[in-house]
């Protein structure tokens, strides 16, 4: 009697929260799964939970130079993500266009990049160059060279490189978060920024993988405890050769 009493209580309590969501929200019909018995269940579909381990440093230093480049890349993401919204949208009205109306547009695109892209350019710092033009790359497809060569001239193109070149920033560089590791961690850095709602979220236009970086970059801790432990290994064993060299050269 007493289960029958509970599975009553637990039929009229879900059947009050079900009436209840359907006063407040309403309940897409798909959501919903039907038995033979007409009684239903309501089943909401939730937003995927996305969870980032902890990036992993192997001394002080990395983790320095982690927060060095975390600061900068606040601070330029929102240009390079601009510049992203404005290309694909001239990118968009220019496959609309014949030839002449291109070259009149282009004369406007041209005065817009003189206004707004060379500025923003100018009032950076050296290392903030640098990531603006890797997050360039990220956020467009196109490095800052082939975005001038492309929507200015190949001449232009070759004058801002050399240009740049004198301030140590290179505008052919590439964002290869696969190959390399300060890559690796502006992309977790963005990742982090995105879940956190710090930064707005903009896919990369280079087609790879943030969870297959982090099994490259950000081993299983128990991974990282067997590469430690060999690494301890390694130093013991090349510090007992060491002494033993030092003792036979004694004899």
């Not at 590439?174 to 690796?184: A, G, L, M, Q, R």
């Amino acid at each position: 009697m007493k289960i029958k009493y509970f599975l009553l209580l637990f039929s009229i309590t879900l059947t009050n929260f079900s009436r209840a969501q359907q006063d407040s929200v309403p309940v897409n019909t798909k959501d919903i799964f039907m038995y033979p018995a007409s009684d239903s269940v309501p089943v909401f579909n939730l937003s995927p939970v996305i969870i980032i381990p902890e990036i992993h440093f192997n001394n002080y230093r990395e983790l320095k130079r982690y927060w060095w480049i975390r600061r900068r890349v606040y601070k330029v993401y929102p240009f390079a993500k601009l510049s992203a919204d404005n290309i694909e949208k001239l990118d968009k009205r220019l496959a609309k266009m014949n030839k002449s109306q291109r070259k009149h547009y282009m004369r406007i695109v041209k005065l817009w990049i003189k206004k707004e892209f060379e500025p923003k350019l100018k009032n950076l710092t050296q290392s903030e160059g640098r990531i603006l033009s890797k997050l360039f790359h990220r956020q467009t497809g196109y490095t800052v060279y082939e975005f001038l060569k492309k929507y200015k001239s190949g001449w232009t193109a070759f004058w801002y490189q050399n240009m740049a070149r004198l301030y140590n920033i290179d505008l052919k560089v590439k964002f290869d978060p696969v190959h390399n590791k300060e890559d690796y961690w502006i992309e977790y850095i963005l990742q982090k920024a995105f879940l956190d709602d710090i930064l707005e979220p903009q896919p990369n236009k280079l087609g790879y993988n943030f969870m297959d970086l982090q099994n490259k970059w950000a081993p299983p801790p128990i991974e990282r405890h067997l590469k430690n432990k060999i690494l301890n290994l390694k130093k013991q064993r090349s510090r007992l050769l060491h002494q033993k060299t030092g003792n036979d050269k004694k004899r």
